[in-house]
């Protein structure tokens, strides 16, 4: 088991930063990845950005220069550093972690809102 928790979400305008962040009660290098997800209302739920055990990251093609993922191993903690934000970004964004048993595990969601 994985137990994940958000913080950081909020309300910001078009053009703000934020940086959400994600304890996890496993340390991080012993997961396979960890990594953030987003679903608006309406939609299906997203990739964000992900980071593997070995440091490669992947990132969704709309938020690709806006926002980098990061990783403390030493802390346990995931953060994602989201800058020049849109309103298409306002999402409940998800914490996940994937571990070597193919495992999902997920946080209870942080919501974003970017106002225009």
């Known amino acids: 088991q994985v137990q994940l928790v958000e913080s950081g979400g909020g309300l910001v305008q078009a053009g703000g930063s934020l940086r959400l962040s994600c304890a996890t009660s496993r340390n991080i290098f012993g997961l396979a990845s960890v990594g953030w997800y987003r679903q608006a209302p309406g939609k299906q739920r997203e990739s964000v950005a992900t980071i593997t055990n070995g440091g490669s990251t992947n990132y969704a093609d709309s938020v690709k220069g806006r926002f980098t993922i990061s990783r403390d191993i030493a802390k346990n903690m995931l953060y994602l550093q989201m800058t020049s934000l849109k309103p298409e970004d306002t999402a409940v964004y998800y914490c996940?972690?994937?571990?070597?048993?193919?495992?999902?595990?997920w946080g209870q969601g942080t919501q974003v809102t970017v106002s225009s």
């Open positions: 996940n972690a994937h571990d070597f048993l193919r495992m999902d595990y």
